[in-house]
Structures are given as C-alpha cells and as structure tokens.
Nanobody, 120 residues
Framework: VQLQASGGGLVQTGGSLRLSCAAS????????MGWFRQALGKEREFVSA????????YYADSVKGRFTISRDNNKNTVYLQLNSLKPEDTAVYYC??????????????WGQGTLVTVSS
C-alpha cells in the first residue's frame, strides 16, 4: 500500500483545512487508518484514527471537537477535517495504515506527510 497525503497549507488561526490521504492498491477497506503529526523539534504524535468501516473514530485530546476523521472506501481515501486551527497545530501531518481490525499496534505503511502551518 502506498499512501499520498495532501491538503496542507498556510491558514490563519481559527481557519480550516481538509487533509486527504489516497491509498494505492487493493483492499483499502481492510486497513485501519491513522493520522499523526510532527512539529519541528518534537516527537511524532497521534492525532486521529478510524476503523475499517468508519464506525469507530479516535482522537487525541488536543484535537477532540475540532478535527474530524472520515474515510471513503470506494475512493481509497481517508480524510482529516481540521477546524478551529491553532498555532500549536502547526506540524507535518502523516497518514498511516495498519492491516486488520486491531485498534492498537504499529502501523505498516506511512505516507510522505503534508505541512500544515497556522499563523497567529
């Protein structure tokens, strides 16, 4: 599986962006998908994840209520809607895929990242 993240950019505080992660290959619906981010000088951190059907969604406390994850298995794409953005949301955002239904564990595949910059 190859993952291609897009949708990042420069936005003002309070603005919105929608990130997309397109997956190549078959059986996208068999992958648990996640979003992570890494700010400059910091470790990569979990942002959000979604199960195979889209019925289960998980969020870091720092983004709960502001970000929404979704997926379209027909389009092999997972999305992350970012609302009410704050300067501390500035980071490179990565999507990742893990085969199977487990909600925890290491991810098997990673995208290249897309930069989100929130200006104050």
């Amino acid at each position: 599986v190859q993952l291609q993240a897009s949708g990042g950019g420069l936005v003002q505080t309070g603005g919105s962006l929608r990130l997309s992660c397109a997956a190549s290959g078959r059986a996208f619906g068999a992958y648990f998908m996640g979003w992570f981010r890494q700010a400059l000088g910091k470790e990569r951190e979990f942002v959000s994840a979604i199960n195979l059907s889209g019925s289960g969604r998980y969020y870091a406390d720092s983004v709960k209520g502001r970000f929404t994850i979704s997926r379209d298995n027909n389009k092999n794409t997972v999305y992350l809607q970012l609302n009410s953005l704050k300067p501390e949301d500035t980071a490179v955002y990565y999507c990742a895929a893990r085969f199977g239904t487990a909600t925890t564990g290491d991810y098997d595949y990673w995208g290249q990242g897309t930069l989100v910059t929130v200006s104050s």
